[in-house]
């Protein structure tokens, strides 16, 4: 079983929607959580950093935690075109400084 | 904000050739990191650094080595290149280790073909 699986999708949604990716994750020893999204070649880009359980929002942006559930979750609002990329989820063990990445979801977001 | 600047964009080489990937950052950033990412794969750790001359493997470390002489700068190195090491290689990094589990930050890869 892997350490976090997130659904490659493809995913492709009309502009103005609101766009929901998640990732499950297997450990609960998983205490920070990451969201990064990637353009087409371009290294992945920091979006959002949690470690509580519960929201964060920046922007458009929220961020999910429920750790008892082991599952994350992003959720963009009003998408827009420029949204349009590969979101990686990524989670890191107390203490550590590897991190573990979902295989990434591709998200289009039509005009 | 983090910049981290991998020296090559495209690199077509050939089978056999030593190979020298640079990344470079500007934030005195403790730790560094070298990963590949092929489709259907995401992301896998090659080699990290949590300082000068330190370095320990990843996840995939064969036919790969590493150097990191200076703070700011960590080279991944293909022995002897080989066809299934194309890819795209992705550099990273991160905060003093003490500040544990800092997010990383990326540069915009290099995409290495061996033909």
């Known amino acids: 079983q892997k350490e976090v699986e997130q659904d490659p999708g493809p995913l492709s949604v009309p502009e103005g929607a609101i766009v929901s990716l998640n990732c499950t994750y297997s450990n609960s020893a998983f205490q920070y959580f990451m969201w990064y999204r990637q353009y087409s070649r371009k290294g992945p880009e920091l979006l959002m950093y949690t470690y509580s359980s519960g929201n964060k929002e920046d922007g458009r942006f929220t961020a999910q935690v429920d750790k008892s559930s082991k599952y994350i979750s992003l959720f963009i609002r009003d998408s827009q075109p420029s949204d349009s990329a590969t979101y990686l989820c990524a989670i890191v063990r107390q203490g550590a400084q590897k991190l573990v990445f979902g295989q990434g979801t591709r998200l289009t977001i039509n005009p | 904000d983090v910049k981290v600047t991998q020296s090559s964009r495209y690199l077509v080489k050939r089978t056999g050739e030593k190979v020298f990937l640079e990344c470079v950052q500007d934030?005195?950033?403790?730790?560094m990191f070298w990963y590949r990412q092929d489709p259907g794969l995401g992301l896998r750790l090659i080699y990290f650094s949590y300082d000068v001359k330190m370095k320990e493997k990843g996840d995939i470390p064969e036919g790969y080595s590493v150097s990191r002489e200076k703070k700011e700068r960590f080279s991944l190195i293909l022995e002897s290149a080989s066809t299934n090491q194309t890819s795209m290689y992705l550099c990273?990094?991160?905060?003093?280790?003490?500040?544990?589990?800092?997010?990383?930050?990326f540069g915009d890869g290099t995409r290495l073909s061996i033909l």
């Open positions: 934030m005195d950033h403790e730790n």
């Open positions: 990273a990094s991160s905060w003093d280790r003490s500040y544990s589990n800092q997010p990383q930050h």
